[in-house]
């Protein structure tokens, strides 16, 4: 150990700060609140005038004919399944590193997730393992925007096209992101977003599923209210007190305060990305001449919207595993995160039959990844706070 490193908090050292510092936290200002405020003094709680907004202005953004918001992200995935048609028998390709619900959202419709393994440098989905596993079964393919870096849509719209399948993007964590200069969202079949707290607009929970597809918008908004052909607006219009249920759909219902919150952010968007973008920025300047930490690539054909940032912890270099820096950084009150386990890891999958050594680059992978904390509120010196965390367990382990 270097003479000059301080003692890290996890032995017994003063750690780099009194209060933790959260790995994301959403960002309300008090026109937030007050446009909540307004739906809750209105008529309609639930589905009302502020849904159609929403849906407007995601359409607009996302350069689509159509956008139908939900209750949640997980929700938008499954109902896009619901759209494609998915059903027992039909094989859904997916990556192995994502949040849980990209995979189970095909379960939910009695499909059968096909992992793929993932690019070494950027963790977004393998176009050759892709094609690998590509067969007579497979309907789809749901591409994730790992992080907020676009995936390489060019050549996977060529590879769903040559092979007759449907491309969804899980864009959950890439709202405002571009690739080739077109907004995510515009590119695919369905694109997905979520407003959960972490990503980069809320409406506490919601998601919504963007498309210039008309039959799957109007699948979508069956699917989210029971399968039932008219809502209680168009009865209240046509004075009718009868309708029919013609799809097993859910109460995936948004509520018109959710949405309120949501076009209230939405218009802080290019702000709420503006200021990701600079504190990467900042972490790649930081880390580029620190061994043993690696940030992710970034293609330069893309704008990455930095839901996430990403460093693999590179144990030849410094003697450690990224569990113990993972502690390390935790205790020196940093609110580091490990995004993902491969998903067929999960006690779940492995009981469904999915076993270790499926996707070889993901497992190595997710032995080695930290996400640093990253949102819109932090300042300079909470930033400042994560790399002086991270140099100082680097010099820990560096002889
Ligand atoms: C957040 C997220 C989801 C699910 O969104 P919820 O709104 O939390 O249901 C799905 N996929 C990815 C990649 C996510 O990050």
């Known amino acids: 150990m270097a003479k000059s490193a301080e003692k890290l908090a996890l032995y017994g050292g003063v750690p780099v700060r009194g209060n933790l510092l959260p790995y994301g936290r959403q960002n309300l200002v008090d026109e937030d609140i007050s446009s909540v405020e307004n739906v809750l003094r209105s008529d309609w709680l639930t589905t009302g005038p502020r849904v159609g907004e929403l849906e407007k202005n995601l359409a607009e953004l996302a350069e689509t004919e159509f956008a139908v918001a939900v209750s949640s992200g997980t929700a938008a995935l499954h109902s896009a399944m619901f759209a494609l048609g998915i059903g027992p028998g039909d094989q859904v390709i997916v990556p192995a590193i994502t949040f849980t619900a990209t995979a189970n959202a095909i ?6 997730p096909v992992f793929v393994d993932v690019d070494r440098d950027t963790l ?4 050759e393992d892709v094609q690998r596993k590509l067969n007579a079964k497979t309907r789809a393919i749901v591409s994730v925007d790992y992080a907020g870096q676009p995936c390489q849509y060019e050549a996977l719209i060529k590879i769903a096209q040559r092979h007759r399948v449907a491309l969804i993007a899980d864009s959950c964590h890439a709202m405002g992101s571009l690739y080739k200069g ?4 515009s590119l695919v079949d369905m694109s997905i977003f ?8 809320t409406s506490g929970e919601g998601g ?3 498309t210039s597809n008309s039959n799957y918008a109007s699948m979508i908004r ?6 039932i052909t008219s809502d209680h607006h168009d009865r209240l ?17 948004i509520t018109d305060f959710q949405c309120a919150l949501a076009n209230s952010q939405l218009n802080r968007l290019p702000e709420f990305v503006q200021r990701r973008r600079e504190i990467a920025a900042y972490y790649d300047k930081c880390l580029a001449s620190l061994n043993g930490v690696n940030p992710l690539s970034v293609s330069l054909d893309v704008v990455h919207s930095y839901h996430l940032y990403v460093v693999r912890i590179d144990s030849s270099v410094l003697c450690t595993d990224r569990d113990t820096v993972f502690r390390e950084l935790r205790a020196e009150n940093i609110g ?16 469904l039959g999915y076993e270790k050594g499926l996707c070889p680059v993901a497992e190595e992978a997710y032995e080695m990844i930290i996400s640093l904390p990253l949102f819109y509120g932090m300042s300079e010196s909470d930033a400042s706070d994560v790399i002086h965390a991270v140099k100082k367990v680097v010099q820990h382990h560096t002889k």
Do not use: C, W
């Open 107 to 112: 379960i939910y419709q009695g499909g059968t």
């Open 124 to 127: 977004l989905i393998d176009l």
């Open 182 to 185: 077109s907004s995510v969202g």
């Open 194 to 201: 979520s407003f959960h707290p972490v990503k980069h607009i």
């Open 208 to 210: 919504a599923v963007v």
């Open 222 to 227: 069956l699917f989210r209210n029971h399968g």
């Open 237 to 253: 219009r046509q004075g009718a007190h009868s309708y029919q249920m013609v799809e097993l759909g859910y109460n995936y219902r």
């Open 336 to 351: 580091v995160n490990v995004n993902y386990m491969p998903v067929y890891l999960h006690p779940y999958y492995r009981d």
